[in-house]
């Protein structure tokens, strides 16, 4: 109750965005021309954008904005006639002290005109409502402006899903939401009488029987690239109920023609995974022989890999080593997950899988990983090394010779690291003939380390034999290598 007299209090005093007139007498004409340049551009522009990062001149419009326009003036510009010229007012307020930005965002949640944007080399539309939440959001757009706090944020996502609105920051409110029952009324509505997709989720969250045909009979009519189905899966997956499987097993009898693939398979694969029981494996072993397509069969796996990260269980083991084994599909995950179960067996596979590392497919669906020190592939031959040390200097010999430009910097850095002299040779080979600049700046670096002055004499030989050390940006760094090591 306290959450809706919250909803009814606001909207009883809100402006809505389209009841604020825009009061030309209250911009200067210093500050008009400014904003005249930014409607003529007319597109929203970061401070670095293409693939040089240069800085366009409407993002220097908007600096002279922020600089010459009063608060005052921003705050009636965010009620411009123009989207861009509300959204850089926003923006420049953003910057400035005492501003309640919260107000503003409140009073422009039906502001759903689309503006052109540029940030780097993404180029996309946007509604100018949507923006204003991003620049106001903790951790978005711009760190330096002002943010919301927690408590604002949890009434506007409150005010997202009450309100009507076309923001896409209403999806993103709904999928955060909490599945209270004093919610659950609103959520139902939404998928009933609005379709909503991000609704249909939470709703699912709930694990109500009586949504049960709500979820069932759910299609997105208006996706014409695909069947349709990719939120109903999704729900599912949140509420593996056994009468939802007979459709998904029908469903999934739709995918094995050979003739196409779909991106809504990877909620299909989630869907069915969730019910981590021995029927769902049944279903998921299906694509593994009845696929006959090559490439659509590589498309099914990776989604059955990809469901099968998230949704771990006993019965799914046997699928986990299948695709190890026989289709060179590994995670981090998984990986730390099979080792628990089964070290023995790991460890073969991880020998077999780093004699031919160039087929092996990794794959980390999470980005919790990303600021570790060391990659699956540095893992597992460290293993290989701490278990079988010969057998790990031999593929560290054999992979610096067939490593593709992905996985040469491993063999060279591990080269680097133990400096065995059986190393030399094959990293000596590697810089009298390779045409990849970032293949042999890596051997160089590798030999460099060792610090032996024969192996600095072979290096300058190799120079001699391979053109390619000589020439282009590679002959350049190659040479800054040697001058920076003092080899002559």
């Known amino acids: 109750m306290k959450q809706i007299a919250l909803i009814l209090s606001f909207l009883l005093s809100l402006n809505l965005f389209g009841q604020s007139k825009f009061d030309q007498n209250k911009i200067s004409s210093k500050t008009d021309k400014i904003v005249q340049k930014i409607a003529n551009v007319n597109e929203l522009m970061g401070s670095a954008v293409s693939i040089g990062g240069t800085r366009p001149k409407q993002y220097d419009n908007f600096v002279e904005l922020e600089k010459k326009a009063s608060k005052e003036e921003l705050f009636e510009l965010t009620n411009h006639p123009n989207g861009v010229v509300r959204s850089y007012s926003f923006w420049a307020l953003s910057h400035?002290?005492?501003?309640?930005?919260?107000?503003?965002?409140?009073?422009?949640?039906?502001?759903?005109?689309?503006?052109?944007?540029?940030?780097?080399?993404?180029?996309?539309?946007?509604?100018?409502?949507?923006?204003?939440?991003?620049?106001?959001?903790?951790?978005?757009?711009?760190?330096?402006?002002?943010?919301?706090?927690?408590?604002?944020?949890?009434?506007?996502?409150?005010?997202?899903?009450?309100?009507?609105?076309?923001?896409?920051?209403?999806?993103?409110?709904?999928?955060?939401?909490?599945?209270t029952e004093s919610l659950y009324p609103k959520i139902r509505e939404l998928v009933i009488n609005e379709k909503n997709q991000s609704a249909l989720v939470t709703l699912a969250k709930y694990?109500?029987?009586?949504?049960?045909?709500?979820?069932?009979?759910?299609?997105?009519?208006?996706?014409?690239?695909?069947?349709?189905?990719?939120?109903?899966?999704?729900?599912?997956?949140?509420?593996?109920?056994?009468?939802?499987?007979?459709?998904?097993?029908?469903?999934?009898?739709?995918?094995?023609?050979?003739?196409?693939?779909s991106n809504e398979w990877t909620q299909l694969y989630r869907a069915i995974a969730s019910y981590k029981n021995e029927e769902a494996k049944n279903q998921l072993l299906i694509p593994f022989t009845q696929v006959e397509h090559k490439h659509i069969r590589k498309y099914h796996l990776n989604m059955i890999f990809s469901a099968l990260n998230e949704f771990q269980c006993e019965n799914y083991e046997e699928i986990l080593w299948k695709l190890w084994d026989e289709e060179n599909k590994i995670s981090p995950k998984v990986f730390e997950y099979l080792s628990g179960l089964n070290s023995s067996r790991v460890f073969e596979l991880t020998k077999k899988s780093m004699q031919n590392p160039n087929e092996l497919d990794i794959a980390n669906f999470s980005f919790d990983n990303l600021e570790e020190t060391?990659?699956?592939?540095?893992?597992?031959?460290?293993?290989?090394?701490?278990?079988?040390?010969?057998?790990?200097?031999?593929?560290?010999?054999?992979?610096?010779?067939?490593?593709?430009?992905?996985?040469?910097?491993?063999?060279?850095?591990?080269?680097?690291?133990?400096?065995?002299?059986?190393?030399?040779?094959?990293?000596?080979?590697?810089?009298?003939?390779?045409?990849?600049?970032?293949?042999?700046?890596?051997?160089?670096?590798?030999?460099?380390?060792?610090?032996?002055?024969?192996?600095?004499?072979?290096?300058?030989?190799?120079?001699?034999k391979n053109e390619n050390l000589r020439k282009d940006w590679g002959g350049k760094a190659f040479d800054q290598l040697l001058a920076e090591n003092g080899i002559k």
């Open 207 to 261: 694990q109500k029987e009586q949504d049960i045909d709500i979820i069932k009979n759910f299609r997105d009519e208006t996706d014409k690239d695909e069947g349709g189905y990719f939120f109903t899966y999704k729900a599912i997956s949140y509420f593996p109920n056994p009468k939802f499987f007979p459709f998904l097993k029908s469903q999934l009898q739709k995918t094995l023609d050979n003739t196409h693939f």
């Open 96 to 179: 400035k002290k005492n501003i309640d930005l919260f107000q503003i965002i409140k009073n422009h949640l039906n502001d759903d005109e689309l503006v052109s944007t540029m940030f780097g080399c993404i180029v996309s539309r946007e509604k100018v409502g949507d923006f204003f939440i991003s620049v106001a959001t903790p951790e978005y757009i711009d760190l330096d402006s002002d943010k919301m706090d927690s408590k604002e944020m949890k009434e506007l996502d409150s005010l997202l899903i009450f309100q009507p609105n076309n923001l896409s920051a209403r999806f993103d409110a709904i999928n955060r939401a909490e599945p």
């Open 374 to 464: 060391k990659s699956l592939n540095e893992q597992m031959l460290d293993l290989i090394i701490d278990k079988d040390r010969d057998f790990g200097f031999q593929l560290i010999r054999e992979n610096i010779t067939k490593s593709n430009v992905h996985n040469f910097p491993l063999y060279a850095k591990k080269a680097s690291e133990f400096k065995d002299k059986s190393f030399v040779k094959p990293l000596i080979e590697i810089l009298e003939t390779e045409w990849n600049a970032h293949i042999y700046l890596s051997a160089t670096k590798a030999l460099i380390s060792y610090n032996n002055q024969d192996i600095n004499n072979q290096i300058l030989s190799a120079r001699t």
